[in-house]
């Protein structure tokens, strides 16, 4: 007989930048994985919605490239995985974030949580994932469901679930929330979004990111309809409302003494 070959685990990678400053603590090497299941109506990366047109990389190979880059990172910087959703590529995230932890690499998962489910086999590989994983950046991309499912076309019943359980195990978090002018700035919105985040025990950090349009050239190459035309950036003073309103500067643990 002969002896099986053993099976290679591949990912579907959309770029990689060797030099990141704010996607989690210090310099990361960034890992963006194709595929998305969300259709938010402000994403300026649709090039990554589809997984099959991403590049097929191994863990191996993406852990040796980022070695290479390992002196510039100080003492807390590391591998971010961002997307698209690294999440929906969950055995191969786990394969790479494994490795990462081999090399005493610190682990970082940039996720809207859009796969996140309790349920079955998946939930069971997702506990073996934050085993391996330091830090999330989770975004809260509306916290009304009706307009989460607006806005994204998904529900936002089993992303809040996904906060709830990182909170139960006391996984450090970075809240993300993108600030898009009659939509989700409105402040019953915000008010709500705050309440939310006095609940939750693990967050670090909560960040604004004020909506804007350069991703519109990239739909126009791909001919999709962009949805948010018209719609511009928010004020300076919207932004600091939304700051104020979030308690963002009590969100500081993540601050430490950079080496």
Known sequence: ???????????????????????????????????????????????TWDMTKGEKRTAD??????????????????ITVSGGEPLAQIDFLTELLTKAKEQDINTCIDTSGGPFTKEGPWFD?????????????????????????ELTGR???NIIEMFRYLDEIKKPI???HVLVPGISDKDEYLERTAEFIRTLH???????????????????????????RGVDSPSAERVANAKRILGVENYTGWKKELE
Not at 61 to 78: N, R, T, V
Request: proline share 6%; aromatic share 12%.
């Open 125 to 149: 590989k997702f506990r073996k994932l934050m085993d391996v994983t330091d830090l999330l950046l989770m975004d809260i991309k509306h916290i009304d469901d009706a307009e989460h499912l």
């Open 174 to 176: 970075w809240i993300r």
């Open 61 to 78: 190979s993406l852990i040796e490239e980022a070695l290479d880059c390992k002196s510039y990172w100080g003492k807390h910087g590391g």
């Open 202 to 228: 693990n967050v670090d950090r909560v960040e604004i990111l004020p909506y804007h349009t350069l991703g519109i050239p990239k739909y126009e190459k791909l001919g999709i309809d962009y949805p948010l």
């Open 1 to 47: 007989m002969f002896p099986c070959k053993e099976v290679v685990l591949e990912g579907y990678i959309h770029s990689i930048e060797s030099f990141g400053s704010v996607d989690g603590p210090g310099v990361r090497f960034l890992i963006f994985f194709a595929g998305c299941p969300l259709r938010c109506k402000f994403c300026h990366n649709p090039d």
């Open 155 to 157: 529900h936002n019943g």
